[in-house]
């Protein structure tokens, strides 16, 4: 699910990285243009997933096994294989709605605000990252800070009404292969607050992307969250139907 | 001597020692009852604040009680429970853990407070008990069920044998979620607590928040609530060092604001009082002295030294407060009993109020305290003295020769 | 009067007696006249800062939103404020949002009530803005400032100027976003609100609810208090023509403030019956006395051929006339000191914090009385019933008088 919103974010700006040689002030309309055309490219695709989640912080160290389904921005679905304690455990997204099923007691839970910032199964991800992942593009224009012959690094500086809390984020993106290496989220004071590195790159059927995903707080060197993909499956040919409470629930 | 002539001179004018006397026996029973019922909307203020919730004094980590860290729990090493029970002035000792989490019934999920307690030992600390509105107190046992307050139960629209869910975070960072199911309803007054606070059992909710036999903090309850500082501090030394004890006055900062300023009003009322008093009986003082101007002329004529006259007054005076101070007492003693048992019921104007953290029930009623009574009896004699004194004078000051002219 | 001038006479017979007399009953009504204005100032000032910051003298709701504070509970304000101000007793109506939600910032996330308010209105009137400067005073009503209680800032881990988002959930349950900047901070000296309040222009508020137009409560300000009874049923009247919207007076609004406020003042009643009772006590005995001492005399004038009635009507007299005495006397030193209670007040600064709270509105510190003229009158006749009162006794008793064995009397 997220890794979902880290690929649309790196192809549109492979797209980006592509069309521009020099900062792009100039052609920043062109830009957004250019991105926006690109989410609609990315409408439609679906994926399959197995994936591990390994978290660190002060309290605790947990390893979860999941299966997630995804399509597009707007729908997903994961549900824990591992620990048997938290087995069949699952959330389900639809645009900005998130309900988690717990099994235990066989109910389903709409997460009301007060509850999005919170953290998701116990990891560095918040709720809220799962509803705001995919608005990046929409909340924030980009300019090229810098480029050498392995990567480009690309800043986000958010639109000035955007409801986004970070004060910049700045991707960093490999040239070859074209996949993210890292993403760091500043405050409005320019104080580091969290980075994503990405590592593991693999190339899966026709795409190259990298497997595991790393999300680290910076006022707590000791904490992280590694997301790592097991196997993963593109256009299995889901409908947003597919997405729906009563899935949430099926074993 | 001086004495028995003092008492003599009580005695022969009986009605106006009389008339006086029960003018000080009112004036002071009446104060004794004032100061009950003051003691009285003290008490209630200060039980209706710790004794639904706090408890008197709280012994946690240090720091726990500002942020109510869900980790900073600890496990009740040794006899920790057993010494503070047999500490001095402890009637009750409640071992508690903490948590935030969801409820939910069908289509309603609302956060709340998960306390989770021992139902025999949480009863001898707070008395939530006793503000059920449907159902009952929490079983005892493993299907301890949740009780929780009426608002939040009018929200979630349950009843006592509902069922709700409740989900939390977990210590370990799992998802935290069971059923229970509701076995009681209350209603504080306070809109926090029956708004948001849910009472659970304790070893349902370690295992729920995977915090194995651990708990946040032993809320005590204590003979004399308004020494819980003095008793914090010296019960502390004795806990183990990562444990504090901490009196309702830090809890409840707004609570110790309150009493202070309760206590200057109720030292104006008393001021008040014993004003209108003294010069109540100022004039009974004066009268006997004028009366008896040819007698002490006599007296003095034949060698009484003025300063024995003025003390001659004053103890008539003196015993006619000891007297007066005995029958008030009594009196007073009396009044405060029935008003301590009865009371006087407002609730049919007035509902349960907050004041400072905590709330009020809607009555007058008096608690019997030996500062109640020691107070007003010192006081009674002092102003007698004080009123004795002017009379006394003059009567010192008297010429003989002129006062045997008097009539 | 004959009777009275003898009567007046009797009285400074005795002049040290009659004036302790009156010095008692003088001093017990001025403090009691002095203490009842001081609650009542302060009582006063507890509702009007009340009234201001929470439902106003006069609230407006939707069907229970009173008591269940439910948000789905809002209505179109349309023209209800501009026909509800145009009523002569009214001086302000705020038109308020309320709306349960999230609050983050980079590093932290707190639950919040989105409060939407007409800044303009609410800064001239809410109290907790009393002393916020003008630089960190909302600008408009749909721009994205916003005011933070204290500890909730604190606990965003923000400053002034700093941006943070604010999430509701809007009418159709989906949850909507909006960016917002801490343009000032609020210390109300109440934990809740300083823990949870955000202040914001109404019209942002209710657009991110989905509800443009719309508010939870009408809280209207009166120029007086007292018009509240006569001006309820008027604003009644307007809002008769929306089936679901009541008009509610602020004791039904806010019943923990109106009882707070009645339980203090039940137990100083108590206490004035109790100051009373012992000063009328006081008077008993006095008069009983000069009736004692006066038996002689009364015996003669008895023996003399006047009836007994005179004399019970004498002893009235004079107990009539210590009290009117004491009525003027009393009045007068209890206007002082109302005077003083008005003007200076008592500080009790020294004693308390900034404030402390008492049925969830902020005490303040300086105590300051209020003119109560018309209980001051009747405390003042009820002393003068007093002191007939405490004649009757006497009275009956110096009526009793055998001439014979009064005459004998030393």
Redesign the interface.
Known sequence: MLFRALRRRFSHLLVLALAVAVPAPARATDLQQLIHDVEQQYMGVSSHSRMEMEVATEHWQRHLTMEAWSLGREYFLVRILEPPKERGVATLKVQHEVWNYLPKVDRVIKVPPSMMGGAWMGSHITNDDLVKANHVDVDYTFTLLAETPQLWRIQGLPKPDAPVVWGKIVYEVGKTPRVPLRIVYYDEAGAQVRQIVFSDVRKIGSRTLPLTMTVQPTDKPDEHTVLHYDTIDFDIGIKTDYFSLQNLKAR | MLLRLALRNIWRNR??SL??I??MV??SS??I??LG??SG?LADILSSATEQYYGHLVVSRAGYLDDHDL?DAFVPEGDLLGHLRQSPGVLGASPRLRAFG?V?RGQN?Y?AELLGVVPAEERQVTNLETHLVAGSYLAPGADAGALLGRGLA??LGVHPGDEL?V?T?A?????G???LTVRGVFATGDT?HDNGLVLVDLPWLQRLMVLPGQIHEVAVRLKEPLQAARIAAALTPTLPDHLTAVGWESLL??MR??I??FD?SRM??VL??Y???G??????F??SVM?RTREFGVLMAIGMRPWRIRLLVLLETLAMGLCSLVAGVGLGLLLSLYMARHGID?SG?????????GT?P?R?HAVLETSNVVLPAVLLLVVCLLAGFLPANRAAKLRPVEALREE | MDLFSLAWKNLWRNRRRTLITLAALSLSLMLVQGFHNLSFGVYARMVDSGVRAGSGHIAVYRGDYAQSRNEKLSFAADDLPQKIAALPAVQAVLPRVYLPGLAQSSRESRGILLTGVDPAAELAVNPFLRHQPKEQMLRSADGRDALLGSKLMQELKLGLGDKFVVTVQNRDGELASELFRIRGVVKTGIRDFDRSLVMVGRQRAAAMAGIPGQVQELAVILKRAAAEAATLPQIAGIVAGRPQLHALSWQQAMPNLANAIRLDYSSQQFIFVVILLIVTIGVVNTLLMSVMERIREFGVILAVGASPGRLRRLVLAEALLLGLAALVVGSLLGSLLTWYLVAVGIDLRNYMPDAMEFGGVVFEPVLRATWDIAWMVRIALYVVGLALLASLYPAVKAARISPVEAMRHY
Do not use: C, H, W
Request: hydrophobic residues 55%; proline residues 6%.
């Open positions: 009605r106006r008339l006086t029960s003018a009112v004036s009446l104060l009852l004032a019922v003051f909307m980790f969801l939910s999920t956060p009018a929200k869910v989900v975070q210590a370990d960072g799992s998802i979620n069971d059923l926090g900062p707004e604001e309150a202070a300023s200057v104006i009322i008040i009082l004003f209108a008093t010069l109540g009986i100022l004039n009974t004066f009268m009366e407002l104007s007035i509902t349960p109020i907050t004041y400072a953290g009020l809607p007058l």
